[in-house]
């Protein structure tokens, strides 16, 4: 099992242009999240989706969006990026879904390092 | 609302010395725990987990943790520590009925040979 695999690892953006992170998980999980890792701040959830077709915002929304294409796939975008967005992205998976236990643990991507100047 | 303190930055040990990394939470009922640890360019690495029970959790790489619901405390603990346990460690918290897992600032641990 490849487990949480992300891409592209690194990417470097201009003001205003879009992009979208691929996520991909071959552990049938049912929810699956995207972080962001700030210096300092430790991980900060942006969106979730707790099962295939529903997707909710986490801590700091704004400037994404999301789609869960299916069960395996989770995909962030951004629109327009901003300096401010630039970071560590980590998606991750667990196998808990709308009605499972928190008790779950989540699994990590490698991460996309992304810079937006 | 949930919170996680880590207090120490970085934690630098000698090989073959205890090492501890502390972790204190904030929540609004009973608190699932977890550690993580994160290698350079790497994901984050789930270590172990305190769900109930017996308050001295064992996980992964000999490391291990002891919650202390007093004291809101959850600190990880491994009784010799190796220069391959250099790492950025997290602490995180969850409560039942949400989603969430709020995750401490992280702690950078050096270990000298």
């Known amino acids: 099992n490849a487990g949480v695999t992300q891409t592209p690892k690194f990417q470097v953006l201009k003001t205003g242009q879009s992009m979208t992170l691929q996520c991909a998980q071959d552990m049938n999980h049912n929810s699956m999240y995207w972080y962001r890792q700030d210096p300092g701040m430790g991980l900060r959830l942006i969106y979730y989706s707790a099962s295939e077709g529903t997707t909710d915002k986490g801590e700091v929304p704004n400037g994404y969006n999301v789609s869960r294409l299916n069960k395996r796939e989770f995909s962030l975008r951004l629109e327009s990026a901003a300096p401010s967005q630039t970071s560590v992205y980590f998606c991750?998976?667990?196998?808990?879904?709308?009605?499972?236990?928190?008790?779950?643990?989540?699994?990590f991507g490698p991460g996309t390092r992304l810079t937006v100047l | 609302a949930q919170s996680v303190a880590q207090p120490e930055d970085q934690v630098n040990v000698a090989e073959g010395n205890p090492l501890t990394v502390k972790c204190t939470y904030s929540v609004s009922g009973n608190p699932y725990l977890f550690w993580y640890v994160q290698y350079p360019n790497r994901g984050l690495q789930f270590l172990l987990k305190y769900i109930t029970g017996d308050n001295l959790v064992k996980g992964s790489y000999g490391f291990e943790a002891e919650f202390n619901k007093s004291q809101t405390s959850f600190h990880l603990k491994k009784p010799s520590a190796l220069v391959s346990d250099s790492a950025l460690y997290f602490c995180a918290v969850r409560v039942p009925g949400d989603y969430k897992l709020s995750f401490g600032a992280g702690t950078t641990v050096t270990v000298r040979a």
């Open positions: 991750a998976s667990s196998e808990a879904g709308l009605f499972g236990a928190p008790t779950d643990t989540q699994y």
